[in-house]
């Protein structure tokens, strides 16, 4: 279980989060949603120890660094380094070795070609797997869906399913509720720096109306 207890991030005199107290468990999986700046990508930085906060996040089962799958919003590769060679790298860096990669490439990337030649949404898929081939405990997917063919998008879903099923905890940002809905158990909404509301799978749809209404009906209505 993680909880997170009076969480606050500032960048100089921008506060993005402002105290916020959550938990997440294992065997659950989690949406964070709210407008770009909302302050998502903060938030799992922070969990995942990239940056420095106020606040407490405590881990029950040792450090969270050592057990945590972090995919990026736009994962980052060396130039000069093919999918082979980086999901090899990945592992060591758990000590985990893979016999036969090749059988592991559920997505069918060209592994012997360079990464940095990928597109983006194959770099995403490259990255996926590498964090699927840790072994690891916990989650956290920064739009996973992004930039992703709808194929992908299905099996990106299948995947998340699993990892509940085996009892890991997943945390995912996205802003396509039919893939939340599909998929979360939970689904908080990111606001202004502050959880705003929490809602289960009945209540998705109530926050997708708010957030529609708020955010886009108010713009269209100003612009026309």
Known sequence: MIQIENLSKSYGDHQVLKGINLSFESGMVYGIVGENGAG????????????????????????????????????????????REYLTLMCNARKIKIENLTSKNIFDLPLDKFAGSYSTGMKKKLAISAILLQKNEIFILDEPFNGVDVHSNMLIEEIILKLKERGKMVIISSHIFSTLENTCDYIYLLKDGLIQRKANKGQFTEIEEEMRNVSIGSKLDAFF
């Not at 998502?40 to 969990?47: D, E, R, S």
């Not at 089962?61 to 380094?81: M, V």
């Open 40 to 83: 998502k990508t903060t938030l799992f930085k922070c969990i995942s120890k990239m940056e420095d906060y106020s606040g407490e996040i405590k881990f029950n089962n040792g450090l969270i660094k050592d057990q945590l799958g972090y995919l990026l919003t736009h994962p980052y590769f060396l130039s000069k380094i093919t999918g």
